[in-house]
């Protein structure tokens, strides 16, 4: 009995250590680009975004917003405040909608880690990324009711923890909250990884993900839901699926409602947006993933 247990681990700690060395680089590497956009980018950005206001340029503010909100090194729970304070300075509604939904999705950390994926992968996570912040804010911008979609009373900017005037030892210390923040769901999802490689038959995963592309799309879109934490968390998983036959499509999907029904992210969108807005929210979610999903699937 022992000894069966002791062999288990070692199979488990062998598909770790070999998962480990093939991701490890391009999660650093997405922690540093992280770090240095957030030390010397991120005002930069915000106040590209502020001088937007007040241009004209109208529904194509939507379309500069999305971008900057990928761009955007933050979390939701420091976009919603300083999306809060874009509102309370005029900001447009569709243009903040579309700056958040973006932001939510994807930031220049994760989309470096999403090479890891290769760049076929990224490529469509950072364009459908683009696209439903872009959607979002047309939809938003089109509403007829004359009541505010978003409400951000009590939400004020937070304090930020990038003050230190030795730039590097600013940084560094930006790097290290980010290492914190991302590190252990990097290793669970490692760890899975390792466990799914071990126990799931791969031609059981891909007849499910892979040759049911259609089912294999909804199934996708609804795991995302309740499995994602962390982007570095899952990009471990996705890899591994994605060789064991998931389809693109798939993975596009749950890359979409992943990050979007994250349960931490939720909490804050049903008290910005309220009850009616948030259930649009999420059936808007639901219904773009499955349709990027469903479309990738037939291009690729």
């Not at 447009?92 to 579309?98: G, I, S």
């Not at 990224?122 to 912040?133: A, D, H, P």
């Not at 799931?200 to 934490?229: I, K, M, N, W």
């Not at 309220?274 to 469903?294: D, E, P, R, W």
Request: with cysteine; charged share 10%.
């Amino acid at each position: 009995m022992l000894d069966t247990v002791l062999g288990e681990l070692i199979y488990i700690w062998y598909y770790f250590d070999i998962q480990l060395r093939q991701i490890f680089v391009y999660w650093i590497v997405g922690m540093v680009i992280g770090s240095l956009v957030s030390v010397f980018a991120k005002d930069k950005i915000h106040r590209l975004f502020i001088s937007m206001n007040g241009t004209g340029i109208g529904t194509v503010g939507i379309f500069l917003a999305s971008a900057l909100g990928i761009l955007s090194p933050l979390c939701m729970y420091g976009t919603i405040p300083i999306a809060a304070s874009f509102y309370r300075q005029g900001m447009r509604e569709d243009w903040l909608a579309a700056f958040m939904m973006s932001s939510v999705l994807l930031n220049p950390q994760l989309m470096i880690y999403n090479t890891a994926l290769g760049m076929t992968a990224m490529l469509i996570r950072l364009l459908s990324c683009y696209i439903c912040g872009v959607a979002a804010g047309l939809l938003v911008g089109i509403k007829d009711s004359p009541k505010p979609f978003f409400n951000f009373e009590g939400f004020l900017p937070g304090k930020s923890h990038d003050t230190d005037p030795n730039l590097f030892l600013r940084f560094l210390k930006n790097l290290g909250r980010n290492i914190k923040a991302t590190g252990v769901y990097f290793l669970i999802g490692i760890l899975l990884s390792a466990l799914f490689q071990r126990y799931v038959p791969s031609e059981q995963f891909a007849e499910l993900f892979g040759v049911h592309r259609g089912f294999g799309v909804l199934l996708a879109a609804t795991v995302g839901v309740p499995l994602y934490a962390c982007g570095g968390g899952t990009i471990p998983l996705l890899q591994e699926w994605l060789v064991s036959g998931m389809s693109m499509g798939s993975a596009a999907a749950f890359m979409v409602t992943g990050p979007a029904t994250k349960i931490t992210n939720l909490g804050a969108l049903k008290i910005v947006l309220g009850i009616k807005n948030f259930v649009i929210y999420l059936v808007y979610v639901m219904a773009f993933s499955l349709v990027t999903g469903l479309l990738i699937n037939v291009v690729l």
